[in-house]
């Protein structure tokens, strides 16, 4: 499992080389940054934040009493744009970790995509979240290229279900949305399983499509990028990643998992330490969606998963015309139309409260409901039918015991009255040719007084008839209930 990072990770301040980003993240840490780079990133954020249109939805809410899960690399609590909103979780990687520190870049990025809340003087500096006043809890399971862990992260059959433990434990510990910022190209038992389980429990789950989409290697014929998993789950709100042109940015995967997209292209966002990087990818971009569907939990308490996604469909914008396409899915998300969306869908419809209780049997004055009287007569025709019924029940049962005791089922034919030949073969009788064994008892009848075996105990009964008396072998027979 690996963290979507994206097509490159750029220092605000220091020149740093691009950085070419696969499954998992790539960043390169830049020394201390002075005051004016955070000015720097507030600027760089302004193209992001007008796309998703913040301004407006903060007019109805920042993201106040949601708590979204990080699961991811990390976060550092104590950056200056992460104060006070950051609880930090279990390490579900710690006997891999094996007391080395991690790198937490990736994580932190993503938190503060998420809620981030600035720094300095009326918070005008850094890096501002879509919900800035919603919670984040952070729990570190995946690693990172930077970490010392790595190799063991990569090598590890426990670390496999780090995720899935991390879900689950997000989930009882009563998170809102749990923010998916990684992947892998092949399905895996316990994530599905706790995605479910996050599903069923009212949790909203966003998950990363995926960074292949410039690997020609890996696409197929029709340009699709393989599916990744958590975002290929039922449920999972999956998201591409857009340019500045609002259309599908070139590294993001596209096939049928995309849900919808968010902006994914040179985005600030802050780093361990008091840094800051420019990021690119669909980690990103998820972080983005989180933190719309904090906005809508925050407003929206009880608004099932399914129809947060609902209302995130319903007010994206640049996508295909009431349509669907694999690039960007539904469009480009839209924090304001969002939640306008939401209010819509949680809004009773006209009508929907039914007529006063006055009218509610028709515009006339209610009265007494009447009263259908039942004649006599009926009372009496009931009970004559009935009485006929169990009498004719009666009648036929004192037949059926009258018919079976003149013809009872076991009775043998008197052979001699129908002119048949007698005994045959010293036990059956001979008709038409034909030699029929005697009854099975016969078989289990003790010998004679006096007779060889006299004494000796009854044995198992025999499978064949006794030879005839003449000494010819009996002609070939069976049981009709035995094999032959």
Known sequence: MGSFGGGARRAVVAALAVLAGGCATVLVPAGPVPAAAADEVRDRQRAMMTTLDVQSAWRVTRGAGVTVAVV???????????????????????????????????????????????????????????????????????????????????????????????????????????NLSLGRNEENPDDRAAVAYAISKGVVVVSAAGNDGTKRGLLDDDGFAPYMYPASYPGVIAVAATGEDHARAPFSNRNYSVLVAAPGSGLPVAAPGGEYFLTDGTSDSTALVSGIAALI?????????????????????????????????????????????????TKPRPGAAGKPAGQRFGAAEQGPVEVVPRPAWVTVVIIVVVGMGVVGALAAVAIAI??????????????????????????????????????RRDYWTAPEPGSPGAGAPVGRPRLQPPEPDDGDPAPEWKWPDSPR
């Open 72 to 178: 991811d690399s990390g976060v550092d609590a104590s950056h200056a744009d992460l104060t006070g909103s950051v609880t930090t979780g279990p390490n579900m990687l710690r006997s891999v970790d094996a007391g080395t520190r991690p790198a937490r870049l990736h994580g932190t990025g993503m938190a503060s995509l998420i809620a981030g809340h600035g720094h300095g003087p009326g918070r005008r500096d850094g890096v501002m979240g879509v919900a800035p006043e919603a919670r984040i809890l952070a729990i570190r399971a995946i690693a990172e290229r930077e970490d010392a862990s790595f190799p063991a992260f990569r090598a590890s059959e426990r670390a496999q279900g780090a995720v899935a433990r991390g879900i689950r434990y997000a989930v009882d510990r009563g998170a809102d949305v749990i």
């Open 402 to 439: 009258t018919l079976a005791r003149r013809h009872p089922r076991n009775q043998r034919p008197d052979l001699a009255a129908m002119g048949l030949a007698g005994p045959a073969g010293g036990g059956g009788f001979a008709m038409a040719g034909a030699t029929y064994p005697p009854a």
């Open 297 to 345: 939990r925050s407003r929206h308490p009880k608004l099932p998963p399914t129809l947060v996604a609902q209302a995130i469909i319903a007010g994206t914008r640049y996508g295909p015309s009431g349509t669907y396409s694999p690039d960007v899915g539904f469009g480009e998300v839209n924090a304001a139309r969002a939640l306008t969306a939401a209010d819509a869908l």
